[in-house]
């Protein structure tokens, strides 16, 4: 999950998480006593006022809020003096203050406390915040100064800090077309009329096929299929007004199970093309057509910026730099994916075989017999792991390896001197352990619970940077766990350990930020995953194992035969998912490094993949015609290649711990992590960093190991 990015770029991210819908209304309140814009007061420099939270305060302080962000700019570009830093950046840095703080309070009504009521708001808001994020990306007196001082900049170098920042907010406003003349503006904001409009359709019209086949069985056709999915087939089916069948319903969820359990070939042959067709079906739901016109209108608007494709557009502030760069990491992984596909056919071939069956794998099968293959070599008890999983000693294992690697303390504050929102979240201070100097707040809202967003993620109440006076950072996990009943543990499954350590790392990484400047802050999409997902490794070392993973009633540390089966388990299946995964990041690289005008999406998928020896008993995870990633807006457009960017240097960077004469606990590679991989966040190039930290690029044979792949 991607923590919520704040401050100057954070804008454009913010309308996209937004949305668009109308609605208008009068203020009547006064808007100088709304305690969401009022400056924190209390310990630690100042908590957010979570106490004093009501909805209906919300619009009033979001419009003052951006009331004044936008007299802040106003103030900026009525300088007569000649654009510099000091008259320009920095006070683009320090602008929109109270909307910052009222943001906070919206970011909790949406995750954590959401409401009918908000989100009445909400919708109410949405066109007005994307209205103001457009006035300053498209605020041409602002862009000047900032040109002007960007291009000073190039001819006299700034102090490094600086130069980055203003390199990263001009490239931002560059990218958002700022830069253009005022035909092409209008030509660029037409396109991006047109684009919107096709993304809502492409994503109605797999919504429209998810809903419209749907498989019903019958009482006898439910074989392998376990208890629970049976329960919620029947119930779906009623949802639809089949009482007595069984539905199995057009999405993932759904499909994934039955495919692994149903024995029922050719109902699996019929539920596998029904999800593989989605919006592909040439009927009026079909995206054929909708895709070549995205990939048109895009190649069209990045040519008025100067750029030869969509991909060279997109990446050039990502840590891969340029399609190419991705494309290579990707062609370097796939033959290893394609070997390891046909040992797994094999496997399965042989099961088949030894059954009786005169079957040739199929897709359908695929996870079928993978399944099969999977109890008879890995299997593993998750419910036996979970005894070993509290979430106390969970906590507490998290605290010990911020103290091994960040040198910090976790103390829990007392209850009532900090504001929560809800009487379920808890707060710890965090301190230096050798100084004692306080580094920040961690927020804890563990529990599931109505209006509170499924799944789990971190974010930042407040950042730190010098520019903003040093304050303490506050930032927080949220997870979904279920509550217990009074006196019960918390025990959670494996992957839920993980989740929990994983963001947790994202929250090490805004708590060790050190910074000069707010915008070093923001986020490098196929870098910030990084850092988060190199904390999981932490879970499966022996200090926290012999430690914290301990048997909640016997306080027994969990079996080491145990702790080897979960880890061979993990290079489970790796040649079937990284296959189907690589296929269709290709596939989005393809896409977007082609003539849109050669391009017929039907036959341009059969081909490449073709080309590319994709296995017949595979298909991309995400087709070209439901690929919602790519096509239902742009956050992943040309990104999808990123999980494996951030997952090689995952690989790599452990690789380097569990060589390190300490290991996972080694004193100065710990030391090297910090500095280099979480204190800089943005402020650094992600690909310089790195090299600092392991002393080369990284490579991808860690990551090869991993996944059971041979190594060259
Ligand atoms: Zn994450």
Same mark, same amino acid.
């Given at each position: 999950?991607?923590?919520?990015?704040?401050k100057?770029?954070?804008?454009?991210?913010l309308?996209?998480?937004?949305?668009?819908?109308?609605g208008?209304?009068?203020?009547?309140?006064?808007?100088?006593?709304?305690?969401?814009?009022?400056?924190?007061?209390?310990?630690?420099?100042?908590?957010?006022a979570?106490d004093?939270?009501?909805?209906?305060l919300?619009?009033?302080?979001?419009?003052?809020?951006?009331?004044?962000h936008l007299?802040?700019?106003?103030?900026?570009?009525?300088?007569?003096?000649?654009?510099?830093?000091?008259?320009?950046?920095?006070?683009?840095?320090?602008a929109?203050?109270?909307l910052d703080?009222a943001?906070?309070?919206?970011?909790?009504?949406?995750?954590?406390v959401s409401?009918?009521?908000?989100?009445?708001v909400?919708?109410e808001?949405?066109?007005?915040?994307?209205?103001f994020?457009?006035?300053?990306?498209?605020?041409?007196?602002?862009?000047?100064r900032?040109?002007?001082?960007?291009e000073n900049?190039q001819?006299?170098?700034?102090?490094a800090?600086?130069q980055?920042?203003?390199?990263?907010?001009?490239e931002?406003?560059?990218?958002?077309?700022? !830069? =253009?003349?005022?035909?092409d503006?209008?030509?660029?904001? @037409?396109?991006? &009329? #047109?684009?919107?409009?096709?993304?809502?359709k492409?994503?109605?019209?797999v919504?429209?096929?998810?809903e419209?086949?749907?498989?019903?069985?019958?009482?006898?056709?439910?074989?392998?299929?376990p208890?629970?999915?049976?329960k919620?087939?029947?119930?779906?089916?009623?949802?639809?007004?089949?009482?007595g069948?069984?539905a199995?319903?057009?999405?993932?969820?759904?499909m994934?199970?039955?495919?692994?359990y149903?024995?029922e070939?050719?109902?699996?042959?019929?539920?596998?093309?029904?999800?593989?067709?989605r919006?592909?079906?040439?009927?009026?739901?079909?995206?054929?057509?909708?895709?070549?016109?995205?990939?048109?209108?895009?190649d069209?608007?990045?040519?008025?910026?100067?750029?030869?494709?969509y991909?060279?557009?997109?990446?050039?502030?990502?840590?891969?730099?340029?399609p190419?760069n991705?494309? !290579? =990491?990707?062609?370097?992984?796939?033959?290893?994916?394609? @070997?390891?596909? &046909? #040992?797994?056919?094999?496997?399965?071939?042989?099961?088949?075989?030894?059954e009786?069956?005169?079957?040739?794998?199929?897709?359908?099968?695929?996870r079928?017999y993978a399944e099969?293959?999977r109890?008879q070599?890995?299997?593993?008890?998750?419910?036996?792991?979970?005894?070993?999983?509290?979430?106390g000693?969970?906590?507490q294992?998290?605290?010990?390896t911020?103290?091994?690697?960040?040198?910090?303390?976790?103390?829990?504050?007392?209850?009532?001197?900090?504001?929560?929102?809800?009487?379920?979240?808890?707060?710890?201070?965090?301190?230096?352990?050798?100084?004692g100097?306080?580094?920040?707040?961690w927020?804890l809202?563990?529990?599931?619970?109505?209006?509170?967003?499924?799944?789990?993620?971190?974010?930042?109440?407040?950042?730190?940077?010098?520019?903003?006076g040093?304050?303490p950072v506050?930032?927080?996990?949220?997870s979904?766990?279920?509550?217990?009943?009074?006196?019960?543990?918390?025990?959670?499954?494996?992957d839920?350990?993980?989740?929990?350590?994983?963001?947790?790392?994202h929250a090490?990484?805004?708590?060790?930020a050190?910074?000069?400047?707010?915008?070093?802050?923001?986020?490098?999409r196929?870098?910030?995953?990084?850092q988060?997902?190199?904390?999981?490794?932490?879970?499966?070392?022996?200090?926290?194992?012999?430690?914290?993973?301990?048997?909640h009633?016997?306080?027994?540390?969990?079996?080491?035969?145990?702790?080897?089966?979960?880890?061979?388990?993990?290079?489970?299946?790796?040649?079937f998912?990284?296959?189907?995964f690589l296929?269709?990041?290709?596939?989005?690289?393809k896409?977007?490094?082609?003539?849109?005008?050669?391009?017929?999406p039907?036959?341009?998928?059969?081909e490449?993949?073709?080309?590319?020896?994709?296995?017949?008993?595979?298909?991309?995870r995400?087709?070209?015609?439901?690929?919602?990633?790519?096509?239902?807006?742009e956050?992943?457009?040309?990104?999808?290649?990123?999980?494996?960017?951030?997952?090689?240097?995952t690989?790599?960077?452990?690789?380097?711990?569990?060589?390190?004469?300490?290991?996972?606990?080694?004193?100065?590679?710990?030391?090297?992590?910090?500095?280099?991989?979480?204190?800089?966040?943005?402020?650094?190039d992600?690909?310089e960093?790195?090299?600092?930290f392991?002393?080369?690029?990284?490579k991808?044979?860690a990551l090869?190991?991993?996944?059971?792949?041979?190594?060259?």
């Open positions: 999950m991607n923590p919520r990015l704040k100057g770029l954070s804008v454009f991210a309308v996209s998480i937004i949305g668009y819908t109308h208008q209304e009068k203020e009547k309140k006064s808007m100088n006593t709304n305690p969401l814009l009022s400056e924190w007061t209390g310990p630690y420099e100042g908590v957010p979570f004093e939270m009501q909805v209906d919300i619009k009033p302080a979001i419009r003052k809020g951006m009331e004044l007299a802040d700019i106003d103030k900026i570009t009525a300088n007569k003096d000649k654009p510099t830093f000091e008259n320009t950046i920095i006070p683009m840095e320090k929109g203050q109270e703080r943001f906070t309070y919206y970011g909790i009504y949406s995750s954590n409401s009918p009521e908000f989100r009445e909400q919708k808001l949405a066109p007005e915040i994307s209205e994020s457009s006035k300053i990306s498209q605020n041409k007196e602002l862009f000047k900032i040109k002007t001082v960007y900049s001819k006299e170098p700034l102090p800090a600086k980055r920042v203003v390199d990263l907010i001009y931002d406003f560059a990218m958002q077309g700022a !830069d =253009l003349n005022e035909e503006k209008k030509r660029y904001a @037409a396109i991006n &009329k #047109e684009l919107s409009g096709l993304y809502t492409f994503s109605n019209n919504l429209a096929d998810e419209n086949y749907v498989t019903y069985l019958e009482k006898d056709q439910l074989d392998g299929l208890e629970s999915y049976i919620s087939a029947a119930q779906a089916a009623a949802d639809r007004g089949k009482e069948k069984y199995v319903t057009n999405t993932r969820s759904s994934d199970p039955f495919l692994t149903s024995t070939r050719e109902l699996r042959e019929k539920v596998w093309n029904n999800y593989y067709s919006g592909d079906n040439a009927d009026e739901y079909d995206n054929n057509e909708i895709i070549k016109k995205i990939l048109k209108l895009r069209e608007r990045v040519e008025l910026l100067g750029y030869e494709n991909a060279q557009w997109r990446l050039q502030n990502r840590m891969a730099k340029n190419e991705a494309m !290579d =990491l990707m062609m370097k992984v796939w033959p290893a994916a394609l @070997a390891r596909v &046909k #040992e797994e056919v094999s496997d399965m071939q042989k099961l088949a075989d030894a009786g069956k005169d079957i040739s794998i199929k897709p359908w099968d695929y079928f099969k293959v109890k070599k890995y299997d593993l008890d998750s419910e036996e792991v979970k005894q070993y999983l509290e979430l000693n969970l906590t294992a998290l605290f010990f911020a103290g091994e690697l960040f040198n910090f303390e976790f103390t829990p504050v007392e209850e009532g001197s900090v504001p929560v929102f809800h009487e379920d979240v808890k707060v710890w201070q965090v301190s230096d352990k050798d100084s100097e306080i580094v920040g707040l927020y809202d563990p529990y599931a619970r109505q209006g509170k967003r499924s799944g789990a993620w971190a974010t930042t109440y407040r950042s730190y940077s010098e520019l903003m040093e304050k506050l930032s927080s996990n949220n979904n766990f279920i509550e217990p009943a009074p006196g019960e543990p918390v025990l959670v499954s494996w839920d350990a993980t989740t929990f350590f994983h963001e947790f790392g090490l990484h805004f708590l060790s050190d910074i000069e400047y707010p915008t070093l802050n923001s986020g490098v196929d870098y910030t995953e990084f988060s997902q190199l904390l999981e490794r932490w879970l499966s070392t022996d200090k926290v194992i012999n430690q914290f993973l301990r048997h009633e016997t306080n027994e540390v969990i079996p080491q035969d145990l702790v080897k089966k979960i880890q061979k388990a993990s290079t489970f299946n790796q040649g998912a990284t296959t189907e296929a269709s990041a290709i596939m989005d690289m896409y977007h490094t082609t003539d849109p005008d050669k391009i017929e039907d036959t341009f998928e059969r490449t993949l073709k080309e590319l020896n994709m296995p017949e008993e595979i298909v991309m995400h087709r070209t015609p439901h690929f919602g990633h790519v096509f239902s807006g956050g992943y457009a040309t990104g999808y290649y990123g999980y494996l960017w951030a997952d090689v240097l690989s790599d960077a452990a690789e380097a711990f569990s060589d390190a004469p300490g290991g996972f606990y080694d004193k100065e590679l710990a030391r090297k992590l910090v500095k280099y991989l979480f204190a800089p966040r943005n402020a650094m992600p690909a960093a790195y090299k600092k392991r002393g080369r690029e990284a991808i044979d090869m190991r991993d996944r059971g792949f041979p190594v060259d």
